[in-house]
């Protein structure tokens, strides 16, 4: 996955756009309607300038408190991603504000534990290839993604497969610090690491799942193959791909088992 720049989807500025005028038009304060809606007054901020999704929480607090009449609420169900499309940018949009983040990735370690060694080597291995100032600019917005990883109240879950642990795109010292730096991560208590064994795949090897679990409870899958991408939020092909992570869940090692793995890999190399 090739993090890019890009500007925050055209319905959440639109709708933040909206949020802001009917609260100045109804003489409500950001933090009055950051206070009554259990937000902090920057999430608020973030909403209005549409650089996080507007929840349904805030619209309908917002709807009540400046008597829009439930013309910001209508605005929710159109907030959500449209059918598949090619839209990685969109994707770390929803990232920044998962509560569970469900990852299946066979051929690659994934971005949120790569090492900046790994990483380096991906990117530079692109094709075509990028100069090095673009290099450098993914290698700096992928070590921004990781700080994800720092939310203690988001729970997550990977599936790694066993091809990127067991043949490296790095030198052996440096695969070596990537595969303990797996070993960290999965010590947080709201991570979960399990490796999946060549010999279990239930589905073919060319493609990287993800699911997310938005505030709301609402779900977004993003399906990753041959360098092209697809988000979908559509709740039927979602729970398909929730199912999907379930049944690669059950199947792959444990995670005690998966350290063990991993474990012993570092200690041959």
Same mark, same amino acid.
């Given at each position: 996955?090739?993090?890019?720049?890009?500007?925050?989807?055209?319905?959440?500025?639109?709708?933040?756009?909206?949020?802001?005028?009917?609260?100045?038009?109804?003489?409500?304060?950001?933090?009055?309607?950051?206070?009554?809606?259990?937000?902090?007054?920057?999430?608020?901020?973030?909403?209005?300038?549409?650089?996080?999704?507007?929840?349904?929480?805030?619209?309908?607090?917002?709807?009540?408190?400046?008597?829009?009449?439930?013309?910001?609420?209508?605005?929710?169900?159109?907030?959500?991603?449209?059918?598949?499309?090619?839209?990685?940018?969109?994707?770390?949009?929803?990232?920044?504000?998962?509560?569970?983040?469900?990852?299946?990735?066979?051929?690659?370690?994934?971005?949120?534990?790569?090492?900046?060694?790994?990483?380096?080597?991906?990117?530079?291995?692109?094709?075509?290839?990028?100069?090095?100032?673009?290099?450098?600019?993914?290698?700096?917005?992928?070590?921004?993604?990781?700080?994800?990883?720092?939310?203690?109240?988001?729970?997550?879950?990977?599936?790694? #497969?066993? @091809?990127?642990?067991?043949? %490296?795109? /790095?030198?052996?010292? $440096? !695969? +070596?610090?990537?595969?303990?730096?797996?070993?960290?991560?999965?010590?947080?208590?709201?991570?979960?690491?399990?490796?999946?064994?060549?010999?279990?795949?239930?589905?073919?090897?060319?493609?990287?799942?993800?699911?997310?679990?938005?505030?709301?409870?609402?779900?977004?899958?993003?399906?990753?193959?041959?360098?092209? #991408?697809? @988000?979908?939020?559509?709740? %039927?092909? /979602?729970?398909?791909? $929730? !199912? +999907?992570?379930?049944?690669?869940?059950?199947?792959?090692?444990?995670?005690?088992?998966?350290?063990?793995?991993?474990?012993?890999?570092?200690?041959?190399?």
């Amino acid at each position: 996955m090739g993090e890019v720049e890009s500007q925050p989807p055209i319905g959440w500025r639109y709708c933040g756009d909206q949020l802001k005028l009917w609260r100045q038009r109804a003489g409500v304060s950001r933090e009055e309607l950051a206070k009554e809606a259990g937000y902090g007054y920057e999430t608020i901020k973030s909403m209005e300038q549409g650089r996080r999704r507007p929840s349904l929480r805030v619209l309908q607090v917002a709807d009540q408190m400046c008597g829009a009449g439930g013309l910001l609420e209508a605005a929710h169900p159109f907030l959500k991603p449209e059918g598949p499309r090619s839209v990685v940018q969109d994707f770390f949009q929803y990232e920044e504000e998962a509560i569970a983040y469900s990852s299946c990735e066979p051929m690659f370690i994934p971005g949120l534990l790569q090492t900046e060694e790994t990483m380096r080597a991906l990117f530079n291995s692109a094709w075509p290839p990028v100069d090095d100032a673009t290099v450098e600019k993914r290698v700096a917005l992928r070590l921004d993604r990781q700080e994800l990883l720092n939310k203690q109240t988001v729970a997550f879950s990977f599936v790694i #497969g066993e @091809l990127p642990l067991r043949y %490296a795109v /790095v030198e052996k010292e $440096a !695969q +070596k610090r990537q595969l303990l730096r797996i070993l960290e991560v999965g010590q947080q208590r709201n991570v979960t690491t399990q490796v999946m064994p060549l010999d279990r795949y239930r589905e073919g090897l060319d493609r990287a799942i993800m699911v997310l679990e938005l505030p709301g409870h609402d779900q977004i899958a993003y399906e990753e193959a041959h360098a092209t #991408g697809a @988000l979908y939020g559509d709740p %039927a092909r /979602v729970s398909a791909y $929730a !199912q +999907k992570h379930a049944v690669n869940g059950r199947v792959a090692l444990s995670p005690a088992e998966s350290a063990r793995f991993i474990r012993e890999l570092s200690e041959e190399l």
